[in-house]
């Protein structure tokens, strides 16, 4: 009896685990993910990520990593820049930004319009750093004037950084005239560019930027787990100069892995660097100034229809990042309870960080987002908001 019994038990539960593994299989099919990142990826970042495996000292993942190198060059508008991409996460690129280009006790003028510009200044401090944040109200952008001053108070900058678009409040910043003053102070230029870079023009040599850093998985629409790191030769010539106390985040050590990428020095991420080689191909044959074209289109029309359903953006309108959305909900809606209407609906997004929690949204439109995924997201909207009002 026990014999038959615990058979027929094992297969009931193992139906049970398949039929729950089915149902999130379904949704994570199904859903829609508009987050501010990780972003949708498009059939063939998909089939790329499924290639059988490579080996990471091959020629075939040295020539993607060139390709890399090309692709990223033209995304942040540099001919020149040294382009390192490594496993791991955007805060690891921060990371490396700084601790390359400025020495224990060096000061580090951080410009911050949110969450991200703030960990800038954490970063600093956890390796002894003096940061000194010129902190803009939540929804505006750091004035200049303000960053001018923080340059000249005290002794001189060895870093400025710049959150290109802080994905907390989804203000664009003014790298340009942000980087001129940290020239001017003679700081090496750092723009955080995870949530901007790709979707966004920029002119890394135009600017006078000594870095561009960013990570895989936003306007770049790859799997998250990529740092990726364009470095001005004026950044380079920094970097022989300290002695840095790091040994994987040391770009150094990289070097001989970027001039030959067949060399080892850490197992490279094979199949992220081959998704990334197939996105940039993407990104190329859309053309960078259609892309970003397109990405202010799709904002402009997710924003206004999230209007006329009552939200209201919390970043000024003058500096409205064309990658996210950070959107108050109407009055009397219960934020969590919006979110999990949508969710029910197949559309994800993201709660608000610091003081916009519990009352603003913050909805994605980077990478593959187009005006299908725009009509979706206001329609579960609108169709969530009636079930709530
Ligand atoms: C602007 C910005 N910088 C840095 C980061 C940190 O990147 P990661 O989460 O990959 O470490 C994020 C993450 O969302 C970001 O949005």
């Not at 992220?272 to 970003?292: C, K, Q, T, W």
Request: charged share 20%.
């Amino acid at each position: 009896m026990l014999a038959l019994e615990l058979p027929r038990r094992l297969g009931a539960q193992r139906t049970n685990v398949r039929r729950a593994a089915g149902t999130a299989r379904m949704t994570a099919v199904d859903s829609l993910l508009m987050i501010p990142g990780p972003t949708p990826l498009s059939p063939a970042v998909r089939a790329a990520l499924a290639e059988p495996m490579r080996s990471h000292t091959s020629t075939e993942n040295a020539a993607s990593m060139r390709r890399i190198a090309d692709g990223v060059r033209a995304c942040v508008g540099s001919r020149s820049a040294r382009v390192y991409t490594f496993a791991g996460s955007g805060t690891l690129a921060m990371e490396a930004a700084l601790i390359n280009h400025a020495a224990p006790g060096d000061r580090v003028v951080v410009c911050s319009h949110g969450f991200f510009g703030d960990r800038f200044s954490e970063i600093a401090s956890a390796h002894g750093m003096h940061p000194a944040t010129v902190q803009a109200p939540w929804g505006s952008a750091v004035r200049v004037s303000d960053v001018e001053r923080a340059c000249s108070e005290s002794a001189a900058p060895a870093v400025l950084t710049i959150t290109h678009v802080d994905t907390s409040t989804g203000v664009l910043a003014d790298c340009a005239g942000l980087a001129r003053i940290g020239r001017d102070a003679g700081a090496i230029v750092v723009v955080d560019g995870v949530c901007a870079t790709g979707a966004v023009e920029e002119l890394m040599d135009g600017w006078g930027v000594d870095v561009v850093l960013t990570g895989a998985q936003k306007a770049l629409s790859v799997a998250p787990g990529l740092a990726v790191l364009a470095v001005s030769e004026r950044a380079q010539h920094r970097r022989a100069q300290l002695d840095v106390h790091a040994y994987y985040a040391d770009l150094q050590r990289w070097d001989p892995v970027v001039d030959d990428p067949t060399r080892y020095f850490s197992t490279h991420a094979t199949g992220l660097l081959r998704a990334l080689e197939v996105s940039l191909d993407e990104i190329a044959a859309e053309g960078l100034p259609a892309r970003f074209a397109r990405h202010r289109h799709v904002a402009e029309t997710l924003r206004s229809g999230f209007a006329e359903l009552g939200f209201e953006s919390l970043a000024g309108t003058d500096v409205l990042a064309p990658t996210l959305s950070v959107l108050s909900v109407p009055s009397g809606v219960d934020e969590a309870a919006l979110r999990r209407g949508l969710a029910e609906r197949g559309v994800v997004v993201a709660g608000g960080l610091g003081p916009f929690a519990g009352r603003a949204i913050r909805v994605g439109h980077m990478g593959t987002v187009g005006d299908a995924e725009v009509s979706r997201t206001l329609e579960a909207a609108s169709n969530a908001l009636s079930d709530l009002t």
